[in-house]
């Protein structure tokens, strides 16, 4: 049987381009904490439309110092849908706070507006909003339900850099908006994330939250011409390279074209699917723009009479680089012994979680490849 050469698990494009940039920081006088963080930074928050973007070292680091920003102390609760990367909820914890899960709609897996109200108690804080896929989330009802609790919204976009909700580009959706820079993201600077937001004093304190609490950098000392700093707040070493930043930049202005082939790609994956009993794709929502971070179908198992098992494998070894995207979060054994998670906590999560299986999608597929793709799921 024909295996799949050209859709390798190299998740990342880089280029001569990329690479040039790279050198050419290596070669100059910053290696971390230059000209090239600030400049990534205003690339970002104007690719955006945010008034301040804040680089860091990974998507993780960005839910952290989001986390700081709105101060999040123990006792505290923090919504969070049960299907999700484990980081969404870990940074939560890193704070002390508590995430409380909420279930996912059964037809896109985003966070369902109306299971929230049950969860918010006394102690909830802030709701964390994850735009699963790609796809923005629901942002009126969240906004509507944050406004009438008073809670912070924070979004985890780390999906969908490219997105775009109402009209509105993801990025400007929520009080804090958190991005990820990691090679299997739409774009990379091999690790590395975002915030963006419109609260200044919230940059000003993640600045400062990267930089293990202190208020100045390096490069502002420099610049001074002074040595004295003092340490303000217990902060982490969350900084994100100059060499990195520079690779960031010339990933970001390719970024519109990578984002309309991964809709190309999706378009042709929902023809094909269309009258298909087998495979089902996801919800699109209307008014939304869609970053196609991944492309999840639901299987019918039941009236295939096959499992997930089989076909991941077989898909595996004929070269399609299948995924399950992901465990509901609490039923991870830190969830479940450490939160004492019970099975049934949320029933669709647990239910489509049984069903999912992401599709590759990435601007380096070919229409055949895509076909390729196609075939090999239709085999079953
Ligand atoms: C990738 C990802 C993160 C974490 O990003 P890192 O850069 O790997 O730390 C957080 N949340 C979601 C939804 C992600 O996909």
New binding site residues.
Partial sequence: MNTLPIVSSKAQIVDSEDIRAVVETLQSDWLTTGPQVEAFENDFASFVGAKEAVAVN????A?HASMAAIDIQPGDEVVVPAI??V??ANAIVYEGGTPVFVDVDVETLLIDPQKIEEKITAKTKAIVA?DYAGQPCNYDALQAIAIKHNLFLIA?A??AIGGVYKGKKVGTLADLN?F???P??NITTG???MITTDNEKFAREMRCFRNHGIETDHHQRAQKGTWYYEQKILGFNYRLTDFQCALGRVQLKKLPAWIARRQKIARQFDQAFLNSGFVKPLTKNSEIIHAYHLYVVKLNFRDYSITREQVFTMLREKGVQVNVHYLPVYLHPFYREKYGAAKRLCPVAEQVYEEILSLPVSPSMSDTDVDFVIDQLFEF
């Fill in positions: 990974s998507g993780t680091a839910l999700t990367f980081a969404t994850v985890d780390c999906h958190t990820s820079f990691h299997v993201k690790e590395g994330g």
